[in-house]
T-cell receptor, first 113, second 113 residues
Framework: EAQVTQNPRYLITVTGKKLTVTCSQN?????MSWYRQDPGLGLRQIYY???????DKGDVPEGYKVSRKEKRNFPLILESPSPNQTSLYFC????????????FGQGTRLTVV | GDSVTQMEGPVTLSEEAFLTINCTYT??????LFWYVQYPGEGLQLLLK?????DKGSNKGFEATYRKETTSFHLEKGSVQVSDSAVYFC????????????FGTGTKLQVIP
């Protein structure tokens, strides 16, 4: 089954403790991205990757890092989480090209206390 | 920059009522337009899309027409069901080598029996 898998689904952590949210897709898509969803703000793009070893900042990259060492994986790293990073996070993938659909993971709800 | 504005919710309707969720956009060039749906506890799924002016996207009884003259992409359904209760996101995608998607803030729809 074609899917985007995120882990964990729920995470509660303390300020400053490094964490990684994993994302994996089995569709051989070139393009992957991370979004955060906050009430009243919709989804905002954090980082994206056009292919292996090619990443770039989205609209709200501060406090986040990503890596793309393999085509299928695109982890999101919070080196020193802060309470303002409490949010619902989504990973998405799509093939490159014009007007292609994005496929989303089920989301990771992160709480930083 | 690019932006999407959609009507604020929540929208509460009785089963079999007519649904309209308004969406307008600002973008340079010729974006593609999308409606995504998010059911409780799940990620986003593409509901329908339109890639050029006057195109009509349709799926599961939902429709939206790409109106360049009014920069709008309103979502409509003739008869909603309880199972349509979800959050609906209007989005635009820039034509190019990858999918850069800008989302609206989302409109929550609740359909009551």
């Amino acid at each position: 089954e074609a899917q985007v898998t995120q882990n964990p689904r729920y995470l509660i952590t303390v300020t400053g403790k490094k964490l990684t949210v994993t994302c994996s897709q089995n569709m051989n898509h070139e393009y992957m991205s991370w979004y955060r969803q906050d009430p009243g703000l919709g989804l905002r793009q954090i980082y994206y990757s056009m292919n292996v070893e090619v990443t770039d900042k989205g609209d709200v990259p501060e406090g986040y890092k990503v890596s793309r060492k393999e085509k299928r994986n695109f982890p999101l790293i919070l080196e020193s989480p802060s309470p303002n990073q409490t949010s619902l996070y989504f990973c998405a993938s799509s093939p490159t090209g014009v007007n292609t659909e994005a496929f989303f993971g089920q989301g990771t709800r992160l709480t930083v206390v | 920059g690019d932006s999407v504005t959609q009507m604020e919710g929540p929208v509460t309707l009785s089963e079999e009522a007519f649904l309209t969720i308004n969406c307008t956009y600002t973008a340079t060039g010729y974006p593609s337009l999308f409606w995504y749906v998010q059911y409780p506890g799940e990620g986003l799924q593409l509901l329908l899309k339109a890639t050029k002016a006057d195109d009509k996207g349709s799926n599961k009884g939902f429709e939206a027409t790409y109106r360049k003259e009014t920069t709008s992409f309103h979502l409509e359904k003739g008869s909603v069901q309880v199972s349509d209760s979800a959050v609906y996101f209007c989005a635009l995608g820039k034509i190019g080598g990858y999918q850069k998607v800008t989302f609206g803030t989302g409109t929550k729809l609740q359909v009551i029996p």
